[in-house]
């Protein structure tokens, strides 16, 4: 990421569902004693998928809400009824945003289209109800599985911001008063630190969702279409905007010419950039609290003949102020967005769930196994259960535990520990 980004992070926490536990139940009718098995599966845990939605443009909203997490699967019940799958959430997240685990620091996803999507933490399994351990042997089993845990883990969001409105104009006619008040329902946005002058740069929140970020372009007029003063990195930065908001002061108090001003930057800023010279403008009229604003304004109405919209305001008065975000937000919903290169894309991502691998190790004179092969196993047996054990067994074989806890030099009678249940090794 270059330096000339200004950057808006996030950290989050998300859960997916827990998938929901298997049944035990027996089928009870009449005249049948003992009825087969029915108990049914519990249902998988929903998903957290984070997806592109162009019309944000900040993360804003990860300031407030920091948890997010997604439905439970149902737990199943008799009759070999399936519980529900749990809902998925699904979070919207403005184009360009990274999302990084955050204890690792590995780059899940690098969202850039939009409508694109990608599933953060998976659901867990639903378990098995014990309808489905039914073998020609082992006619009524009295153990379900119980379901996954789903994911969970904390994120970090970055976002590069892309500043969709610049402000131009003049030193001293209101630009920063003006950007302060436009940006202040919000909290400041971490302080953005800039190469040589700090360009301001605010969040525009309104009621509908429908945001912007704004820009202060300091000094076009200090010469900068020669690479002097603010340098080419914001230049850069700057081109990016799709509509400009160009602040004049209309009362003309200095003994300036409002006409005057407004031609002067506008050559500048063909002189530094031709492209961002045709950018649509709206013409912000400042200090219109003071003499003589008035009949400047109708003289500059006939002046631009309705070439662009121009908006009466006060800053110092906050007057208008409404006004003149309504407007940009219409404009900016009628302008294309621009086409942006974000170097690599990652089109689709899944995590990868380790079900298999496990350790064995000394805690004392305790011999544990770890890893989730055999906290899966675990999960799925119930030690009550006379066949449960034997199936137990059968999976401790299968695994490659006991070869395991052999080599480790297990003797009969020796305690060995997974999860968190504890028993005597018996050969």
Known sequence: ??????????????????????????????????????GGDGGDGGNVIFKVDGNLSTL?????????????????????????????????????????????????????EEGQSVIVAHGGRGGKGNARFTTSVRQAPKFSQLGEPGEELWLELEL??????????????????????????????????????????????????????????????????????????????????RLLVHV????????????????????????????????????????????????????FREYLKD?????????????????????????LKSLPRLEEDHGEKIKEYTYQKAESGFEVFMDHDVYVVEGPAAEKLMRSVNLDDNYSLKYFQRKLKELGIIDALKEKGIQNGDTVRIATVEFDYIE
Request: net charge neutral; aromatic share 6%; hydrophobic share 35%.
């Open 60 to 112: 804003m909203d990860f300031r407030y809400k920091k948890h997010y997490e997604a439905e439970s699967g149902q737990n199943g019940s008799r009759r070999n009824m399936t519980g529900k799958n749990g809902r998925d959430l699904v979070i919207h997240v403005p184009p360009g945003t990274m999302i990084f685990n955050y204890e690792t620091k590995e780059r899940i996803a690098d969202l850039t």
């Open 307 to 331: 070439k662009w919209p121009v908006i009466g305001i006060s800053a110092a008065k906050k007057e208008g102020m409404d006004q003149l975000k309504n407007e940009i937000i219409s404009v």
């Open 248 to 299: 004049i002061d209309i009362s003309g108090i200095e003994g300036r010419d409002p006409i005057e001003d407004f031609e002067g930057v506008n050559n500048e800023l063909k002189l530094y950039n031709e492209t961002l010279a045709q950018r649509p403008q709206i013409i912000a009229a400042n200090k219109m609290d003071l003499p003589g604003a008035r009949e400047n304004l109708q003289r």
């Open 1 to 38: 990421m270059g330096d000339n980004m200004f950057v808006d992070k996030a950290k989050i926490f998300v859960k997916a569902g827990k998938g929901g536990d298997g049944a035990i139940s027996f089928r009870r009718e009449k005249y049948v004693p003992d009825g087969g098995p029915d």
């Open 160 to 241: 590069k911001l892309i500043a969709d409105v610049g402000l131009i104009g003049l030193p001293n006619v209101g630009k920063s008063t003006l950007l302060s008040i436009l940006t202040s329902a919000r909290p400041k946005i971490a302080n953005y630190h800039f190469t040589t002058l700090n360009p301001n740069l605010g969040v525009v929140s309104s009621s509908y969702g429908d945001g912007f970020v704004l820009a202060d372009i300091p000094g076009i007029i200090e010469g900068a279409h020669r690479g002097v003063g603010l340098g080419h990195d914001f230049l850069r930065h700057i081109e990016r905007t």
